[in-house]
């Protein structure tokens, strides 16, 4: 990255996804809402607790130490041992079934 900030020059999309400025490059525009949207049903596959928790620890690490950030994702994941959806994880994964959070 340091690269791109000293020289300034442009780069392609293939360049900036092959050095994790971008996650992915789309076809076209039809293309980019499709990737939206299967991203977005992905994250939504998901406990909605862990995926809260999983951006409030990365907003909150933001700008701080590695042990600052530590001490507050296992303030998360304590809270998170008490949940529905943990349970319904285990469970899930054991049956080997999707499972179906609740996000309690």
């Known amino acids: 990255m340091a690269e791109l900030a000293y020289t300034g020059k442009d780069i392609t999309a293939e360049r900036a996804e092959s050095i994790g ?24 596959d998901n406990s909605p607790l ?13 700008g701080h130490s590695v042990a600052d950030g530590l001490e507050y994702v296992a303030t998360w994941n304590a809270g998170a041992l008490a949940s529905d959806d943990l349970v319904e ?16």
């Open 21 to 44: 400025l971008v996650n992915r490059v789309s076809a076209d525009a039809a293309a980019v809402l499709a990737d939206a949207r299967a991203l977005a049903a992905e994250i939504a």
């Open 50 to 62: 862990a995926v809260q928790g999983t951006k409030a620890v990365l907003n909150a690490s933001e």
């Open 89 to 104: 994880a285990m469970t899930a994964f054991m049956e080997k079934r999707p499972a179906v959070y609740t996000g309690r």
